[in-house]
T-cell receptor, first 117, second 114 residues
């Protein structure tokens, strides 16, 4: 079974530029998550999708961050404009969202490491 | 808002030593609990999980964790570590009332010296 795919793996941009990250979840997983992991910290949830609808975006800085999952499969996360403090690893995860509790286990992708200069 | 605390940021130990990593959370309701591991250059992987039942749970690679509800703790243990256990370990909590939302601790970097 293929895992969660993310691209690019690395990105370096200057502040005030825009950047987009892409995520392809595990086939059949209805729930998709974007996390931000700043160096030395644990992942922090930015946004959660259930199919193509947003479940939780309470920690997404909406003035500069946006995310979409138009067809309920792939997702993109965009930052516009980027700030120095956005330097982090952006993780995508997915889960099945079934009837069993174990269906909610989250599987993580390799992440995109963003450096903002 | 709930929070998750991992007591040690860095742990260095020798092979065959025992490992215990602390995790405490602040949430009064029912929770699901997880430990994730990130080996160098790899992505986050689930090590073990607790949903209900026996508070002592066993995971992969000889790891186990004990849920102590009265202490709001979910400490990770391994009796005898190997060099290959060098990794960063994250505790995560999912309040059952919060859907599937995970709150992670800050992580503990473990270095096992050969």
């Amino acid at each position: 079974e293929a895992g969660v795919a993310q691209s690019p793996r690395y990105k370096i941009i200057e502040k005030r530029q825009s950047v987009a990250f892409w995520c392809n979840p595990i086939s059949g997983h209805a729930t998709l998550y974007w996390y931000q992991q700043i160096l030395g910290q644990g992942p922090k949830l930015l946004i959660q999708f259930q199919n193509n609808g947003v479940v939780d975006d309470s920690q997404l800085p909406k003035d500069r961050f946006s995310a979409e999952r138009l067809k309920g499969v792939d997702s993109t996360l965009k930052i516009q404009p980027a700030k120095l403090e956005d330097s982090a690893v952006y993780l995508c995860a997915s889960s099945l969202r079934g009837q069993r509790i174990s269906d909610n286990e989250q599987f993580f992708g390799p992440g995109t490491r963003l450096t903002v200069l | 808002a709930q929070s998750v605390s991992q007591h040690n940021h860095h742990v260095i130990l020798s092979e065959a030593a025992s490992l215990e990593l602390g995790c405490n959370y602040s949430y009064g309701g029912t929770v699901n609990l997880f430990w994730y591991v990130q080996y160098p250059g790899q992505h986050l992987q689930l090590l073990l999980k607790y949903f209900s039942g026996d508070p002592l749970v066993k995971g992969i690679k000889g790891f186990e964790a004990e849920f102590i509800k009265s202490k709001f703790s979910f400490n990770l243990r391994k009796p005898s570590v190997q060099w290959s256990d060098t990794a960063e370990y994250f505790c995560a909590v999912n309040p059952k009332a919060a859907g599937n939302k995970l709150t992670f601790g800050g992580g503990t970097r473990v270095l096992v010296k050969p």
